[in-house]
């Protein structure tokens, strides 16, 4: 990472934090990030937990910056973008659904727009991010926009049509496969575990799982089968998973996820 090069952040909210901590632990001085964020409150943990600088409004962020990553929710980023001078920069947005050609358009001149759809465990540096570039970003643009989220955890390029697929599978999957752990935890405690060991045990699987998964490159139902005993404990629970609609449930969720993605860019 070039350590010289300026980020600003539009929106100093979770994503933004996880993204600033990222820079950080990869060497960018603090003194080269900036952020513009409304709430005062937020605006001074930025500051007081990371030493970046806090700008006065998205314009005079903008002005000072190389790279802009826009971190604001997609229902707001019209008035945030409002007045910005794009030419000469990197715009990097975050948000859900909104299309690099509608940032083109509305930040006008030879505006160069990277996308990415990370997700929330980039706090702690296991995130999953899918990147695509706009139609005036260079290869170098995306190279850096990569470089920046391979410090927040894994990441991969896809085209932009694809980003909507992304964000219903890895964008909002923390928030699924967090409400499964806390099920799992939910029914260790109802069969006499105390929360907090069944919140270990069931987090612990989880992490466990996803490791054995992504080590050995075997397929899910493969591994699936070596925990299942004929006759066993686990196809049995296996058998009620799917009676109870399990698979469908999940793939219905990525649909509805997906869709919305989609309504959010038509705004
Ligand atoms: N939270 C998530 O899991 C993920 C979020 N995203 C995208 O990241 C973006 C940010 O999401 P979060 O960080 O979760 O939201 P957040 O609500 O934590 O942060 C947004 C921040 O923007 C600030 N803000 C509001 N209006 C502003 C304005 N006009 N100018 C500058 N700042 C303004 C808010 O005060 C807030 O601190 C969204 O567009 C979302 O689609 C993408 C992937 C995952
Ligand atoms: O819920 C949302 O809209 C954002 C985008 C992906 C995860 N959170």
Same mark, same amino acid.
């Given at each position: ?16 934090? @996880?993204?600033?901590?990222?820079? !950080?632990?990869? =060497?960018?001085? %603090?003194?080269? /990030? $900036? &952020? ?18 806090? @700008?006065?409004?998205?314009?005079? !962020?903008?002005? =000072?910056?190389? %790279?802009?990553? /826009? $971190? &604001? ?33 509305? /930040? ?30 260079s290869e170098a643009d995306l190279a850096l926009t990569r470089r920046i989220f391979d410090l927040v955890g ?45 919140t270990a045990l069931a987090a612990q699987t989880v992490l466990g799982s996803a490791k054995l998964l992504l ?53």
């Amino acid at each position: 990472m070039p350590t010289e090069i300026k980020i600003g952040f539009v929106g100093g909210g979770n994503m933004a934090e @996880a993204i600033i901590k990222g820079l !950080l632990a990869g =060497g960018v001085p %603090a003194g080269n /990030l $900036a &952020v513009a964020e409304p709430l005062p409150a937020r605006a001074a943990t930025l500051k007081e937990r990371y030493g970046v600088r806090i @700008a006065a409004d998205n314009r005079t !962020l903008c002005a =000072g910056c190389d %790279a802009v990553v /826009l $971190a &604001v929710k997609p229902q707001v980023y019209g008035t945030a973008l409002q007045g910005i001078e794009a030419s000469g920069k990197l715009f990097i947005s975050i948000m859900a659904g909104v299309q690099s050609s509608a940032l083109e358009a509305l /930040l006008g001149g030879e505006s160069r727009v990277v996308r990415v759809m990370p997700n929330t465990p980039a706090l702690v540096l296991a995130g999953a991010s899918a990147i695509s570039r706009g139609t005036l970003a260079s290869e170098a643009d995306l190279a850096l926009t990569r470089r920046i989220f391979d410090l927040v955890g894994t990441t991969c390029v896809v085209d932009e049509k694809l980003l909507d697929a992304v964000t219903g599978v890895s964008g909002s999957g923390p928030a699924y496969v967090l409400t499964f752990i806390e099920s799992l935890a939910d029914a260790g405690v109802k069969h006499g575990l105390t929360r907090e060991v069944a919140t270990a045990l069931a987090a612990q699987t989880v992490l466990g799982s996803a490791k054995l998964l992504l080590e050995t490159r075997e397929h899910p139902a493969a591994l699936k089968g070596n925990v299942a005993s004929p006759g066993g404990t686990t196809i049995a629970a296996m058998h009620s998973l799917d009676r109870d609609g399990f698979r469908a449930a999940v793939m219905n969720a990525v649909d509805v996820c997906v869709a919305k993605s989609i309504e959010l860019g038509k705004r």
